[in-house]
């Protein structure tokens, strides 16, 4: 086990890191110029070589690219020219908005397990049928266009929750179920799957042989059984909450990470994009690490066939 923890967290560091580099050389071959940005379009020739010398963006790309590594070590990116801040601590700022938002759609995102976990054991009746087709319905729709639907009936039609901003619970209401949305499908169908295939196991039929009833059985034999691949895949999609985030956020103008990343490179502020992405990649990269360590955990065939 200690031999696959370690090879596992390996794998991330090198996930990482090649973030870290695509984002660095993607904002810099990308159309537009940030010192043009910073001092706007009818800056002269002298004043924008200035900028990018004070910028270092006159210094050839391997040499920028070893001082950003040499940023990823100490964790300094440099201060946002357009807020005057150092970058990493307007990341840390905005983090906590994003992590209430995502535990918050996580927590509405369990609703389809319970689902999943309902049409698994009534496979192939009505209730079945309702769940599975409500749940690919769901999970077909971008979460922008469920945003905007969301906006239009539940604040501009019937007024009942604000469509934008932060302050109080009515407010994350809405970003937080258009963010659960694909999720909740997900863990339906998984959960519908999962619980269909234990279903049809030899043990479950021999408990039915001892006179146990439905409930009893999917509660006190499918479920548990069931649960590995759903606790597995529900926890890597954790982490992909936050790229989700990124457009929600900027749907419902949350202040989170998500706004300010794409305020950042709207605007090629180089440090907060360069921060920032890091900060998510390592978030989503530990929950990854963190899903394989428990689905090795949970069923020891995972960690044995990494090892083949």
Do not use: C
Request: glycine share 8%; hydrophobic share 55%.
């Amino acid at each position: 086990m200690m031999k696959y923890a370690l090879r596992t967290a390996a794998t991330g560091v090198l996930i990482i890191l090649g973030a870290a580099t695509l984002v660095f050389f993607i904002m810099r071959i990308a159309p537009g110029d940030q010192a043009i940005v910073l001092l706007g379009p009818d800056a002269t020739a002298t004043e924008v070589a200035q900028a990018q010398a004070r910028l270092g963006l006159d210094q050839p790309l391997p040499v920028q690219y070893w001082h950003y590594l040499t940023q990823l070590v100490t964790l300094d990116f440099g201060e946002s020219y357009r807020y005057g801040r150092p970058a990493f601590g307007l990341v840390l700022s905005r983090l906590p908005a994003t992590v209430e938002l995502t535990l918050v759609a996580t927590a509405i995102a369990t609703v389809g397990a319970v689902l999943g976990a309902l049409a698994g054991a009534y496979r192939g009746r009505w209730i079945d049928r309702g769940i599975s087709g409500l749940a690919l319905t769901l999970y077909s729709m971008p979460p922008f266009w469920i945003g905007i639907m969301l906006i239009l009936l539940m604040a501009l039609k019937f007024r009942l929750l604000p469509s934008a901003g932060a302050g109080t619970p009515a407010h994350i209401v809405l970003p937080a179920l258009t963010l659960a949305a694909p999720f909740t499908a997900l863990l339906t169908r998984i959960t519908r799957s999962s619980v269909a295939d234990t279903m049809a196991e030899p043990y479950v039929h021999r408990a039915y042989a001892k006179g146990l009833t439905r409930r009893q059985v999917v509660t006190g034999h499918v479920v548990r059984n069931a649960a590995t691949p759903v606790v597995t895949v529900g926890a890597m999609h954790i982490g992909t909450l936050l790229g989700g985030a990124v457009i929600v956020e900027s749907v419902f103008a949350w202040p989170g990470l998500g706004s300010l990343l794409v305020s950042a490179v709207s605007n090629r502020d180089y440090s907060i994009v360069q921060a920032a992405v890091l900060f998510i990649a390592v978030i989503v990269v530990t929950l990854n690490v963190v899903a394989d360590l428990l689905a090795a955990r949970l069923d020891p065939r995972v960690r044995l066939g990494a090892q083949a």
